[in-house]
């Protein structure tokens, strides 16, 4: 069975590929795995930030107003 590699959008073929060029693989696969998580953890902190700056809003509006808008927006 012959494994294949996609570079820019072009499949190469890996047999008869050395040793070395066998590791550079195996780097990039690691890379781009690295590169996948990475993004995934800049999505969940982009999300933290925005909620952070959600409730710096709400508290500046509660602290000139006096009024709570987290309590006026619950459904409790």
């Known amino acids: 069975m012959s494994q294949g590699l996609r570079i820019d959008g072009i499949e ?3 047999e008869g590929l050395s040793k070395e060029g066998m590791e550079l693989i195996e780097r990039l696969k690691f890379t781009r795995h690295v590169l996948s998580e990475l993004t995934n953890q800049q999505a969940i902190l982009t999300k933290a930030k925005n909620a952070y700056i959600s ?22």
């Open 12 to 14: 190469y073929g890996t």
């Open 55 to 76: 409730d710096l809003k709400m508290e500046i509006v509660q602290g000139r107003t006096g009024v709570d808008l987290g309590a006026l927006l619950s459904d409790d």
